[in-house]
């Protein structure tokens, strides 16, 4: 457990530079995913280090909790907090992996149709077998899911 994640160290160094630059919304941030890769690294039988990878995994389900709150928020009518879950949202993508386009999406989604040999809707899980190694952390999985699911409906 003596190497850290090149990915942890660099959200380390950029919460310090935050803190001293007041930035209350990264700082805020930055303490918060630092906080859910610490919980991650400590839960299950062991404690580990985290990969950069498992770190992008963390921090996409962050980035996915910030914007389904910022919804849930403006539908409540409370545009301060959903600004508030926007922000942070936005900083949380800093770190993670440009998100693929639905058409660049949809070109991983047949090609593996046309692996797979996949027809109709019960082959879902066929292709998205071999689609999510494909798409990891560069698109959220329902939006793969449904790609799978118009392609093969």
């Keep these: ?13 950029d919460l310090t530079v935050s803190m001293k630059s007041r ?5 805020r941030t930055l ?26 995994k ?9 914007r389904e709150a ?3 928020f403006s539908g409540a009518g409370r545009p301060e907090q959903a600004r508030a879950e926007l922000d942070e949202q936005a900083v949380l993508e800093e770190y993670l992996p440009a998100q693929l ?15 797979s040999g996949a027809a109709g809707p019960q082959a879902m899980g ?4 071999i689609v999510n190694p494909r798409v990891a952390g ?8 449904q790609a799978v699911r118009s392609r093969l409906a």
């Design 1 to 13: 457990m003596d190497r850290m994640s090149a990915l942890k160290d660099k959200l380390k160094a």
């Design 23 to 27: 930035d209350e919304v990264r700082t």
């Design 31 to 56: 303490r918060m995913a630092l906080a859910a890769v610490n919980v991650e690294e400590v839960s299950g039988k062991a404690a580990r280090e985290l990969s950069d990878q498992e770190v992008v």
């Design 58 to 66: 963390v921090l996409t389900k962050e980035a996915k909790k910030r």
């Design 70 to 72: 910022a919804e849930a």
């Design 101 to 115: 386009s639905d058409e660049e999406i949809d070109a991983i989604v047949d090609e593996a149709i046309a692996e």
């Design 126 to 129: 066929q292709v998205m077998k």
């Design 138 to 145: 560069r698109a959220e999985g329902g939006r793969v899911a």
